[in-house]
């Protein structure tokens, strides 16, 4: 939601019409629209009758893809309901950053959150409820912000600060490579990190095509998990 102005997790409940307003604009996540994400639960999560819960479904073009390709098992939760798919088997209003995610320990098959931990104040809380409710077999994707791309780094060396975490846009949370491991690692294994949408934004810079899917240059960094055996 890089359109939108930080809201605290209690003002975010006030403004539902503005937020609806812009995901219906703007749709959401490229890694979503793009169908890299759908492709993504189809490689590491082939069952069609896989219990998947969407966490973030903004307005819900992710189980759309899921349901036309055959899956049914499908969950969602965010802090208020955007959406306009309402045939899955459940959906849930919870605040990530406080509320236990309110299905028992191992519940699901599969669990994903694409553009989302960003947005978090309390991350953290987040990743150990997901670890909670997944099955100890289960897959767990993940997509965020690539704080790799090479303009981060040239944009922090010039200013101190980060482009995609300004006070005028509502990503919060980020997850240089300590912090990912500290945050991440004590739960799960990584089985698969890709990259989504080589680009740089700058000037006339942003119109050139062919910039490469790497940690250097993509838009999108989206990691495949499994949690550690306990």
């Known amino acids: 939601m890089l359109g939108l102005k930080y809201f605290n997790p209690k003002d975010i409940k006030g403004h539902k019409e503005l937020i609806?307003?812009?995901?219906?604009?703007?749709?959401?996540?490229?890694v979503i629209f793009?169908?890299?994400a759908g492709k993504l639960v189809e490689e590491f999560v082939p069952t069609r009758d896989a219990k998947i819960l969407d966490l973030a479904p903004a307005t819900g073009t992710l189980q759309e893809q899921l349901l036309s390709v055959g899956y049914q098992n499908l969950y969602a939760a965010d802090v208020d309901d955007y959406r306009r798919v309402k045939n899955i088997k459940e959906f849930k209003k919870v605040d990530f950053c406080f509320d236990k995610l309110p299905w028992p320990d191992s519940f699901f098959d599969a669990i994903t959150s694409f553009e989302t931990i960003e947005h978090l104040e309390n991350p953290h809380h987040f990743i150990r409820e997901i670890n909670r409710i997944l099955k100890p077999e289960g897959t767990f994707i993940l997509s965020m912000p690539n704080i790799d791309h090479i303009f981060n780094r040239i944009f922090f060396l010039r200013k101190g600060d980060m482009p995609r975490w300004r006070k005028n846009n509502n990503h919060i949370s980020m997850f240089p490579k300590g912090v990912f491991e500290k945050s991440f690692l004590p739960y799960f294994d990584v089985v698969h990190r890709g990259f989504f949408w080589g680009h740089f934004p700058y000037r006339f810079l942003s119109k050139l095509k062919g910039y490469p899917e790497n940690k250097w240059f993509a838009h999108t960094a989206y990691w495949v998990f499994k949690p550690k055996t306990k």
């Not at 609806?20 to 490229?30: A, F, R, T, V």
């Open 20 to 30: 609806q307003k812009y995901l219906n604009e703007e749709g959401g996540s490229p």
């Open 34 to 36: 793009s169908g890299r």
